[in-house]
């Protein structure tokens, strides 16, 4: 037993609220973030609104999903997301699960999510789509054991970001900061990109753009961090 790093959980809080305040989640969806200091470790918040997260509602958690202390409270039904991600991802650091809707349309349709503007080039040439019918044909959409989780994990493979058919979005990141920035970015690109699949054939990144943006992704990210950070602590 031990505590986590104090910036960990400031910006595990502050991450569940930018989220909500750029409209990437509303009431469902949760972020998680790995324990540094015990990899085998992650932080998520008990069941409850994003919005409304503190520091003391966040719990920690083994790569099973199971709560480290016994008689937590509600948890999210899909913690198994973060467990089998972080397990099939030793890179990866924070986790976002979300239900955004501008990102439904590529979810449901051959149509890929692909880069509009540089600052997108992470989605590269199309985002992949996990469909739960290929694990468990049950009905249920929500990814909740650990064989679903280790599907979707699986589908996300090595891409920063992995749509779920009729369901959402998982967004992946090396820091809690970049996964939050690519959920936003995703968000605010499957906007661009659906009005400009209304205007005609869409000229999207090229090879070339796509692979100057992931030679500088990282560069230059805690501008919009430390601006969303602030604006959201100012809240609490
Ligand atoms: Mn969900």
């Known amino acids: 037993m031990h505590s986590p790093d104090p910036m960990l959980i400031e910006d595990l809080v502050a991450a569940n609220r930018i989220l909500v305040d750029h409209g990437v989640m509303q009431a469902y969806g949760h972020v998680s973030a790995r324990d540094l200091k015990n990899p085998e470790r992650y932080w998520l918040a008990r069941a409850m609104p994003p919005v409304l997260v503190t520091a003391d509602d966040l719990l920690e958690f083994d790569l099973d999903s199971r709560p480290v202390r016994p008689a937590a409270p509600k948890l999210y039904a899909e913690r198994a997301i973060h467990g089998e991600i972080f397990r099939a991802r030793p890179d990866v650091v924070c986790v976002v699960h979300s239900h955004c809707e501008s990102l439904i349309p590529f979810c449901n349709t051959d149509v890929k999510l692909r880069p509009m503007v540089g600052n997108a080039g992470f989605i590269g040439h199309g985002a992949p789509v996990f469909d739960i019918r290929d694990i468990d044909d049950s009905g249920d959409m929500n990814v909740c054991t650990a064989e679903q989780g280790r599907g979707l994990a699986r589908s996300l493979g090595a891409h920063p970001l992995c749509l779920m058919r009729g369901h959402g979005v998982v967004v992946v990141g090396a820091s809690i900061r970049e996964a939050v920035r690519r959920a936003v ?9 659906l009005q400009a699949l ?5 000229k999207y990144l090229t090879e070339v753009e796509i692979a100057y943006a992931a030679k500088r992704s990282g560069h230059d990210t805690d501008r919009g961090w430390d601006l969303w950070k602030k604006q959201v602590l100012e809240k609490i």
Request: glycine share 8%.
């Open 185 to 193: 970015i995703s968000d605010a690109n499957a906007r661009l990109q």
């Open 198 to 202: 209304r205007l005609g054939p869409v």
